[in-house]
């Protein structure tokens, strides 16, 4: 999901501002991400101070820090730029019952978990993820299941 649809999705409003995502957006950028990328979102305790913004970029995981209103100095972004090589992940699980699907990944310190609609969104980005770290182009679609790389035992 690309940050433009993070926006349009309305969840925390007032944290997505025009005014918030304009230094988070030139962080971005200037990290090598592209202004509007696919990316995550990870929200903090409370959406209305800061959030997370998860990247992939060609030299690596892009994460901006956003902090919605620093006192005297309105919103403000950092942002850091981390080698594939570098990246942290953890172990990805889906827990499924009764037709519905939990997901769980773990990248750096953020928790990335969904349930049904929620939990493709969260396999997309990994996707994303598992494609970049291994230097390949991401599945054109969502995937139904996470492509990895290798052989595959039968078509899709």
Request: include cysteine; charge should be negative.
């Amino acid at each position: 999901m690309r940050l433009s649809e993070w926006q349009a999705r309305g969840d925390h409003r007032d944290s997505m501002a025009e005014k918030v995502l304009e230094p988070t957006r030139a962080a971005l950028d200037l990290l090598g991400a592209d202004p509007d990328p696919e990316c995550w979102i990870v929200w903090g305790d409370d959406p209305a101070v800061r959030w997370m913004v998860l990247a992939p970029a060609g030299a690596g995981l892009v994460q901006v820090n956003v902090r919605v209103n620093v006192p005297g100095e309105g919103p403000r972004a950092a942002g850091k730029l981390i080698r594939w090589h570098r990246v942290q992940i953890g172990e990805l699980s889906v827990e499924i019952q009764g037709g519905h699907r939990l997901l769980t990944f773990q990248v750096e310190t953020a928790l990335l978990h969904g349930a049904d609609a929620e939990a493709d969104a969260v396999a997309a980005f990994v996707d994303r993820l598992f494609a970049s770290m291994d230097g390949r182009a991401p599945a054109p679609k969502t995937p139904d299941v996470i492509e990895l790389a290798g052989p595959r035992t039968s078509e899709p």
